[in-house]
């Protein structure tokens, strides 16, 4: 079999079928294809989502992961004196200064949540950056954010609790009427000034179930921050607002927070009745009853809408006067506001179902009567919140009224004090409309048996009137003159029997049938060696013998002429009764004025426009003696006006009487 075989010096090439590569005319045709397919006359084969969000980053953010760690580490380069990155950091924090472009969202929640993780390392060596975060906008955020910054403020105080402070301040802050946060940023929607405080109050409320021991320090915060006695109103509506609202989530300081609200309103209410009293007559007399209503809403105060009326620039044009006269009604109507939303605040707290709920109420009011107003001399409106409350049952009366009497009958009490009580004492039953005829005959019957005492212990030694001496005595027979001049029907045998008020007797008629011991008991005191019309208020005195006369219970207008001419002076306790001083006409009023007791009823009537509404069924008017008052109406004060006027008419008498 012959083999063929391949010519020397060459090589065969093998020929081969390969499937898998194209012929130049098919790739060329793919080639076309592809590129008609770019044609925008043709439909992409690529589409997108719509569901799916699209954001265009104009800058490129770092991811939270590479955030964390350059926080760390710059945090850690920062204790080693390398302040580069530790700043840079502080800088997305700092306020923007000039064009300076405000970091995105997503970069402040980035270095937040970094800041989160190595809370651990913010010692007290990065004070400064912490600060710095703490001032930051943060209430202006995302709500997803303002979670994040309450989560890092709660690790914040837990790891390191000497920051506790700063948190806690910087929370009060933006409690105030003007927050730092003011929730206005160029990369977030505006939040309106009420979810400021909402989010405030939130973030506070979490922090205090975390950390409860935080309770004393927020109420030191709270006491540093209240707003100052020349603020506006508007910044006392909005922080006592928001106080009452911190009560709610924190009752371990519910009492203190309510005792300093209760403070700051007495400071104000003796300053209005300090400043009316530089006040010549005619100016004073009115000043009160003729304040606008108070235009306080809260939506509105909220949302930065300043008062019209608090910062205005028509002060220039006014003179002294007229500039007293308007920074005194700015007090007044910030009174009003406040004692309006206490009235509201206690009505609510209150009107609780549960029996303990409403004894928690009446127990922060007594609470706050012994230890803040009565000691406060002369509070003129703070009062009627538990004036009100305590009318709401019997037992709260009776419980005020022991009280009252208590605190006058104790020996260890200052003088000063139980001549307060007293005085409260006689005005509230005076004065209050739920307070029962039992009520006023019983207290009746405790003023007597104490004056009673008290008269025998002092007559022996006692050589004529001396306040000094007999404070207690004198200011026990002003409240019982007191009583009887406004509840005088129900010191009567039978005052639902026998005659109507309007079939009085004449002075020639019939008498009038008293309760055992009311008729000796007048004159006993009344013409003793003590001589206590001499000390009391000239204007219950006038008033007292206008009506015991009319009712032919005690004739005492010859002794009233006799005390004419009798000098106090003589007879105080800080002169020596071995030698009398030289008088004259100026030593004689100006040592009467400080001799006699003080002019002072603390439920006179109440005229403050806004809260005045929560009075109007709890309020005993003057209403006169019948057949000697007729010109004047049932419901009107014309009782208070003519004792008043009686105390200046008894001055310039004496005044004359001592010339001669």
Known sequence: MT??????????????????????????????????????????????????????????????????????????????????????????????????????????????????????????????????????????????????????????????????????????????????????????????????????HKSLQYLLQIAPSACRILLSMLTNLFPHQSDSRRAYVVYIHNLLNITEYAPVIQTDILALITERLVKIDLQVQEDLEDFAEDVEEGVVQHIPRARIDLDSIFDDIEDSDEDSDMDEDLDADELRTREITKNVEKMDCMLDMLFEFYDRLSLVSTFEGRASALDLLLSQFLTIILPNHRSRHTQFLLFHFVQRSSAHIDTFVGICVQTCFDKKKPSILRQAAAAYLASFVARGMHVSSEIVRDVWDYISTELKRLQREAEPSCRGPDLQRYSTYYSLVQALLYIFCFRWRDLESSPDEGYEDNELPSIYGEERQWRPSVKETLQSHVFSKLNPLKVCSPAIVTEFARTAHHLRIVYVYHLLETNKRIRLFQYSGSSSYSQLNRETALTAKKDEEHQRLDEYFPFDPYHLPKSKRWLENDYRPWTGIPGLDDENEADSDSGEENMVNSDVDEEKTETEDSKD
């Open 3 to 200: 083999t063929a075989t391949a010519p020397v010096g060459t090589t065969p090439v093998p020929i081969t079928k390969d499937s898998t590569r194209p012929s130049s005319i098919i790739r060329k045709r793919k080639i076309d294809d592809s590129l008609a397919s770019s044609s925008p006359s043709k439909q992409s084969r690529v589409t997108f989502d719509s569901d799916v969000e699209v954001r265009i980053v104009e800058k490129w953010e770092k991811s939270a992961a590479v955030i964390q760690d350059s926080v760390r580490r710059a945090i850690v380069k920062h204790k080693n004196g390398d302040n580069a990155g530790y700043d840079s950091i502080k800088d997305i924090y700092a306020p923007r200064k000039g064009e300076q472009e405000e970091a995105s969202p997503t970069t402040v929640k980035n270095h937040t949540a970094a800041l989160l993780s190595n809370v651990g390392l913010l010692d007290k060596s990065c004070g400064d950056l912490v600060h710095a975060v703490l001032s930051s906008g943060w209430l202006g955020q995302s709500e997803d954010y303002i979670h994040l910054f309450t989560q890092f403020l709660a690790n914040l105080v837990s790891a390191q609790g000497l920051f506790l402070p700063d948190v806690l301040r910087m929370l009060v802050e933006n409690l105030t009427a003007d927050p730092p946060s003011q929730g206005r940023s160029d990369v977030q929607p505006h939040v309106p000034r009420s979810q400021l405080y909402a989010r405030t």
